[in-house]
Structure formats: C-alpha cells, structure tokens
C-alpha cells in the first residue's frame, strides 16, 4: 500500500522535471505539443461523456440493441475520460500513461459490447409477403411501366 502511494506520489513530480527539462531543450516545439495534447484531452472528455450519455439513455428507455454490454460500454467511456484527462495534465509521462490506458485494455471490448449476438449466424429467420402491384390504365389506353 505504501509503495502504490510513492507511486502516486513521484510520478507527477517526475513528470513535472521531465516537462521541465524537455520545455528548455526543445522549446516552443514542445509547448505546441503540450497544447495538442491538451485539445486531443479535452476532446476525448468530450467524446467519453457523450459515450456515457448515450449507454444511459438506452439504458433509461430500455433499448437493449445498444445498451446490451452496457458494462464495457460504460468502462470503455471511463477509460477515455481518464485518459483524456491524463492528457490534459501537462506532461510527458502523462501522456505516455495515458495512451498506454487506450491501447493496452483494448481486448476488454469484445463483441458482446457491440449487442447481442444471435445463437446461430448461419440462419436468417425473417417472414416476407408478396405484394402485387394492381395497374390501372392511362387514359389513353397505355399500361404504365413499373
């Protein structure tokens, strides 16, 4: 427990010397990186928690097409909001972090959070009913074309 918090505690100020250190070596390069960085958290916050909206509303109004896997749904939104937030800190290390948060889990996302799935894929049940078109004549007699 004691080293998780070192951990938390040393790596915002490793980051903060890192930043630092690159800031002076590479300059006004690094600072547009650091404003990239922040607009692509700001954006992904945005995305997540509209992400998040929509799982809730489908699952508010019971719509089980898109709120079936409403749990990796909701993950998969708090993971971008934590890594958009992440990106939003200024920083390298965060940022590192932060991608490492949207690519490792990537496996996490199967496809029973796409809906659900049907027992057999090789069989498509659907009923059709056949509908005959009554044509009636123009006035001068001529049938008109489909």
Do not use: C
Request: charged share 15%; no cysteine; hydrophobic share 60%.
């Amino acid at each position: 427990m004691l080293r998780i918090f070192w951990i938390v505690l040393l790596l915002p100020l490793a980051d903060l010397l890192l930043t630092a250190f690159l800031l002076g070596h590479y300059g006004t390069p690094f600072l547009l990186w650091l404003l990239v960085t922040a607009l692509a958290g700001m954006l992904l916050i945005g995305l997540a928690k509209s992400g998040l909206r929509a799982t809730l509303m489908a699952l508010q109004t019971g719509n089980t097409q898109v709120a079936g896997g409403s749990l990796w749904r909701i993950l998969a939104s708090a993971r971008a909001f934590f890594a958009g937030a992440l990106l939003l800190f200024p920083g390298v290390l965060s940022d590192v972090v932060a991608l490492v948060v949207l690519l490792l889990p990537a496996h996490l996302v199967s496809a029973s959070a796409v809906g659900p799935r049907a027992a057999n894929d090789d069989v498509i049940e659907a009923e059709f009913h056949e509908v005959r078109e009554v044509r009636t004549p123009l006035e001068d007699g001529r049938t008109p074309r489909p």
